[in-house]
């Protein structure tokens, strides 16, 4: 459960900056990119992000024995999502290909005694913009919604050393995916004692056999609480350990 609580928080991060792309873009020139949206969803045989985002949060949020009570709503938010995505997947083509295949053939017919016919076709054109437009309103209010859901959800991993060195090593992705959120889901996993992450990752790092990591995590801790005995001797650990690597590789080498 552990390892899936990361891989939600880090896949849905992941998601959120692709998607606030193609919207950021679609604000300028009223498109997405079908291929952006094909390669995030992917197919049965080769997933894509989102789709990989939506089936680890159905086996957590569904089995997850410690799990909040938001847990299942989350889980059905992100699904969600998911098939908003699949529409305007299906639209982008529409609006690439159809829309422009569209417009070549009613170049080829101008003239013609089948041009006001033809020309009836046109009417469609709008709808699949209203379509997209709708689409993306949706998808951007249920991110924002999930971001708030899942500072609740977290709360309840507040030792998972996994989730702490994703929020360590991705900080800036975390961050700028959270926004104004971010300080409240730390607040919500750690409370007041924010040097708990950067413990937890370092222990996490010395683990993983990376010390220099560590070194660094734990004097992020003993920095924001210098009183902190687990953070100064985590510390002491982790240069130790660092030290003695290098040696190591000095003689072999």
């Given at each position: 459960?552990?390892?899936?609580?990361?891989d939600?928080?880090?896949?849905f991060?992941?998601?959120?900056?692709?998607?606030?792309?193609?919207f950021?873009?679609?604000?300028?020139?009223?498109?997405?990119?079908?291929?952006?949206?094909?390669?995030?969803?992917?197919t049965?045989?080769?997933?894509?992000?989102?789709?990989?985002?939506?089936?680890t949060?159905?086996?957590?949020?569904g089995?997850?024995?410690?799990?909040?009570?938001?847990?299942?709503?989350?889980?059905?938010?992100?699904?969600?999502?998911?098939?908003?995505?699949?529409?305007?997947?299906?639209?982008?083509?529409?609006?690439?290909?159809?829309?422009?295949?569209?417009?070549?053939?009613?170049?080829?017919?101008?003239?013609?005694?089948?041009?006001?016919?033809?020309?009836?076709?046109?009417?469609?054109?709008?709808?699949?913009?209203?379509?997209m437009?709708?689409?993306?309103?949706?998808?951007?209010?249920?991110?924002?919604?999930?971001?708030?859901?899942?500072?609740?959800?977290?709360?309840?991993?507040?030792?998972?050393?996994?989730?702490?060195?994703?929020?360590?090593?991705?900080?800036?992705?975390?961050?700028?995916v959270?926004?104004?959120?971010?300080?409240?889901?730390?607040?919500?996993?750690y409370?007041?004692?924010?040097?708990r992450?950067?413990?937890?990752?370092?222990?996490?790092?010395?683990?993983?056999?990376?010390?220099?990591?560590?070194?660094?995590?734990?004097?992020?801790?003993?920095?924001?609480?210098?009183?902190?005995?687990?953070?100064?001797?985590?510390?002491?650990?982790?240069?130790?350990?660092?030290?003695?690597?290098?040696?190591?590789?000095?003689?072999?080498?």
């Amino acid at each position: 459960m552990q390892e899936f609580a990361r891989d939600v928080m880090r896949d849905f991060c992941l998601s959120c900056r692709i998607l606030e792309k193609q919207f950021t873009q679609f604000d300028t020139t009223g498109s997405v990119s079908f291929t952006v949206f094909n390669e995030l969803q992917g197919t049965m045989m080769n997933k894509g992000l989102l789709w990989r985002l939506k089936d680890t949060a159905h086996h957590l949020f569904g089995n997850d024995d410690g799990a909040r009570d938001i847990a299942p709503m989350i889980d059905w938010t992100l699904g969600y999502i998911f098939h908003e995505c699949v529409k305007l997947k299906e639209d982008a083509y529409q609006h690439e290909r159809y829309g422009l295949r569209y417009r070549t053939l009613s170049r080829s017919l101008q003239g013609k005694d089948v041009e006001p016919l033809a020309g009836r076709m046109e009417e469609v054109l709008p709808q699949t913009q209203e379509s997209m437009t709708r689409e993306v309103q949706r998808i951007r209010f249920l991110l924002e919604q999930t971001k708030l859901m899942l500072c609740n959800y977290y709360e309840s991993h507040a030792g998972n050393r996994l989730l702490a060195r994703l929020l360590h090593d991705r900080d800036q992705l975390v961050r700028s995916v959270f926004g104004g959120h971010y300080d409240a889901l730390l607040r919500g996993i750690y409370e007041d004692k924010p040097e708990r992450l950067y413990i937890q990752a370092g222990e996490s790092l010395v683990e993983g056999g990376r010390y220099a990591e560590a070194a660094h995590a734990a004097a992020m801790a003993v920095n924001l609480a210098p009183r902190c005995e687990k953070a100064r001797q985590l510390h002491r650990q982790a240069v130790t350990l660092q030290n003695n690597s290098s040696n190591r590789r000095a003689i072999d080498a």
